[in-house]
C-alpha cells in the first residue's frame, strides 16, 4: 500500500469522523460532551491526509518519481563505480559471455490484511446502526447497583414531574415514598419485555461510549395497553409503587410504576441518558 493509498485512507476516515461529528449521528456512538473531541480528532485525520498527500502530487506534477527503487538505485550505484551489478550476470572465462544472472524471486508485496483499514472507513460512510434497544437491554443486567439509601432532594414543582429514567429508579429503591411519596411523575423510554413476559421502560446510560451502555429498567403495571410494541418509545405518567422485583439477568432490583397514562412518542433525539 503506497503513500498515496494511505493518505487517500485517511482522507476518507477524517471525513467520515466530521461527518458523524457534525449532525446527530455521533450520538449512537458516544456520550454528547465527546463531540468537541471527535470534531477534533476528524480535523487532524485530514492534516495528515493533506501532509501525505501534498509530496506525491507535487513529484507527479513535476513528473518525478516519488520513490525510488532500491534494486534499481543499488545498479546504478554500481554501474557508476565500476562494479557489474550481480544480478546482471557475470562474464564467463571459459565463453567470455555473461552468465545468467541469479534472479531473487521474492517479492515486497504489501500483505493483503493491510486493505482491512478501509472497512471502518466505510462502516462510517455507510452503514448508521440505530441506538442500542430492547435487544441489547434485554441481554444485560440493570445497571442500578445496590447501594446504601441516600437522601434525595425534594422533587422540582410540576404535576406531572418530569424525571429521567435513571432518576425515578434511584429514588424508588434508595428512597421509596420519603423521596417520591404520592406525586405523578412522568418519565420517557423504550418497551422491551423480560423473559417472564414482563413489561418494562428502559432507557441506555453510557458512561463514554456505546459499548458500555447498560440499561436501567422500569416495570410497569397498571393501565396498560393490550399490545405494546418491542422498541417503541413512550411517555408514561404514573405514581410510585413499593413493589419491587429482580433482574432475571444480574439480579439488581427494579421498581415498579403504576401506570395513570401511556402514549407513543418519537424516539428523542438522544436516546441514552
Not at 133 to 152: E, K, V, W
Request: a neutral charge; one cysteine or more.
Amino acid at each position: 500500500m503506497n503513500r498515496a493509498v494511505q493518505g487517500v485512507i485517511l482522507l476518507l476516515l477524517g471525513g467520515a469522523v466530521l461527518r458523524i461529528s457534525l449532525t446527530d449521528m455521533y450520538l449512537r456512538y458516544v456520550r454528547d460532551g465527546l463531540r468537541p473531541f471527535l470534531i477534533a480528532s476528524g480535523l487532524v485525520l485530514l492534516a495528515v491526509s493533506a501532509a501525505t498527500l501534498w509530496p506525491e502530487l507535487v513529484h507527479r506534477k513535476a513528473g518525478q518519481p516519488t520513490h525510488r527503487d532500491p534494486e534499481q538505485s543499488r545498479g546504478q550505484d554500481m554501474e557508476r563505480s565500476g562494479h557489474r551489478n550481480p544480478e546482471q550476470g557475470q562474464v564467463d572465462p571459459g565463453t567470455g559471455y555473461d552468465r545468467p544472472a541469479q534472479h531473487n524471486h521474492h517479492s515486497h508485496r504489501e500483505p493483503v490484511v493491510s486493505w482491512l483499514l478501509l472497512l471502518p472507513v466505510l462502516a462510517l460512510l455507510l452503514v448508521a446502526p440505530p441506538a442500542l434497544g430492547s435487544d441489547a437491554a434485554s441481554r444485560t443486567g440493570s445497571a442500578l447497583s445496590t447501594r446504601a439509601a441516600s437522601d434525595f432532594p425534594p422533587l422540582p414543582a410540576g404535576d406531572p414531574v418530569v424525571l429521567s429514567v435513571l432518576d425515578y429508579a434511584t429514588r424508588a429503591v434508595f428512597g421509596g415514598d420519603r423521596s417520591l411519596g404520592n406525586r405523578r411523575v412522568q418519565l420517557s423510554g423504550f418497551i422491551m419485555r423480560g423473559g417472564d413476559g414482563q413489561i418494562y421502560l428502559a432507557r441506555m446510560i453510557m458512561t463514554c461510549c456505546a459499548a458500555d451502555a447498560r440499561p436501567i429498567k422500569v416495570a410497569l403495571m397498571g393501565n396498560l395497553p393490550d399490545r405494546l410494541a418491542m422498541d417503541s418509545w413512550v411517555e408514561v405518567i404514573g405514581r410510585y409503587s413499593p413493589d419491587i422485583t429482580e433482574d432475571e439477568i444480574n439480579g439488581e432490583a427494579i421498581p415498579f410504576l403504576e401506570v395513570e397514562q401511556i402514549r407513543t412518542i418519537p424516539a428523542p433525539r438522544n436516546q441514552y441518558e
